[in-house]
């Protein structure tokens, strides 16, 4: 139930009101799985998702479970929770609504149909140092085993040496071993096959970005938050390919009979940082101005802003330790700098939201590099403002609504001038 400043946001492609039924069918599988009697996997960090699924492995992510949540306004009473349980209101919100999902006493009907407690808990320290904390909480509360992945941090940029490969795909190649004392086992052909499918994911989204760059652009980032659902959640597999190519059949179509978004497309924004899940239509508030957030940075956050010529299905744990390891999120600030500049650039935009996550201490760093570079390389402004993506607790709507008024009014009157 939404509150009276809070809206859905809204979706104008029919293939991301499909990816819904897809995102409900996973987690009834994961469910089902767990009836049958295989043991469910925690998974917390950016681990590759591709060796889950290689292994058919049942999973519930540290980054998706608390966004759904959020996107129905349950969120802030499961971070209530933790905090309770002696996590603080400065940790991350993504872990607290997490762990408050796993140590509640009573779950509200919507998680009853979601959650399945872990029997194994698989953890890395990607994209940050608090990911190897959050997670032992829920492994005391269960007393179920679990697995830590040590990822290097990329000091190095966008050429990962191969002792850094060799070193984290070790991590990987432990992860499968522990899966495999449970029951999963590990197959080098579903594997190479799932590096394969990831591959051509990727290459799906790529053609994808290049229909959102046109002007008009057909899809706005409300459907892109939801769009990258198969990034999150489903690389290696064929359902995320299907949907992939069912989105660029329908974005092909709409760019070839110039349909866009808006019929007079004035301003193109780029967001930075987690968008307000529990008020993704403030991502529309801005089309009355003819406005359009043509692209979200967190659609990019576990995957499709590398170059997918480094996967290599011969070479499986080594290409998704590379995918891992340059993957923008892990923090060498350069990558992501330039992936923000390069966007700016590609998709014409007029301006960039960045929102500040109080709780995180990655995101929030970028920020003022990424308003300095974008501005010097490519003379697009920017406006910085405090909004935490998951906690609706903190969200304030006329402040968030009257940054976005000001700098929007500022950049038409630029325009016009």
């Known amino acids: 139930m939404t509150t009276k400043v809070t809206v859905p946001g809204k979706k104008s492609l029919t293939t991301t009101l499909e990816i819904s039924k897809a995102i409900k069918a996973y987690y009834g599988g994961v469910k089902a799985a767990k009836a049958e009697g295989k043991p469910v996997i925690w998974s917390y960090g950016l681990i590759p998702r591709e060796i889950f699924h290689a292994m058919e492995a049942p999973v519930l992510y540290l980054e998706h479970l608390p966004m759904v949540l959020a996107a129905k306004q349950l969120s ?3 971070m209530q929770v933790a905090e309770e349980e002696g996590l603080s209101r400065d940790v991350c919100a993504f872990h607290r609504c997490f762990a408050g999902c796993a140590v509640a006493d009573e779950r509200d009907p919507y998680l009853d149909n979601l959650f399945v407690p872990p029997d194994l808990i698989v953890a890395t320290n990607l994209p940050c140092m608090s990911e190897t904390k959050s997670f032992l909480l829920t492994a005391d509360h269960y007393d179920c085993p679990y697995y830590f992945m040590d990822t290097p941090i990329n000091t190095w940029g966008k050429e990962i040496p191969d002792y850094a490969i060799e070193y984290f795909s070790g991590q990987l ?4 071993d522990f899966m495999a004392e449970f029951g999963y086992t590990v197959d080098e052909d579903k594997l190479k096959e799932a590096v394969r499918l990831s591959k051509k994911l990727v290459l799906l989204w790529e053609e994808i970005d290049e229909c959102r760059k046109a002007v008009p652009t057909p899809m706005t980032s409300v459907d892109g938050f939801t769009a990258c659902y198969p990034l999150v959640q489903l690389p290696g597999t064929e359902i995320g390919v299907s949907i992939y190519e069912r989105l660029l059949e329908e974005l092909k179509g709409k760019v070839e009979r110039k349909e866009g978004v808006l019929d007079d497309e004035k301003l193109r924004l780029l967001w930075v940082g987690v968008p307000p899940v529990y008020n993704m239509g403030l991502l529309n508030y801005v089309e009355k101005y003819g406005a359009v957030v043509v692209k979200s940075t967190v659609e990019y956050l576990a995957g499709g802003a590398y170059d997918p010529a480094i996967m290599d299905a011969g ?18 600030s350069q ?8 966007s700016a650039r590609d998709f014409r935009v007029d301006g960039i939201i960045g929102v500040v996550k109080r709780t995180c201490g990655l995101l929030p760093g970028y920020l003022r590099l990424i308003k300095d570079a974008v501005y010097e390389q490519v003379g697009v402004p920017s406006t910085i403002f405090d909004l935490d993506g998951l906690d609706i607790r903190e969200y304030d709507d006329p402040s968030s609504k009257a940054n976005l008024d000001s700098f929007i009014e500022t950049l038409l009157a630029s325009k016009r001038r």
């Open 76 to 78: 802030g009473r499961y």
């Open 315 to 332: 070479r499986p744990l080594e290409s998704l330790a590379n995918k891992a390891l340059v993957d923008i999120i892990n923090p060498t």
């Open 335 to 342: 990558n992501m700098v330039d992936f923000i500049v390069k």
């Open 173 to 176: 190649r432990g992860a499968l």
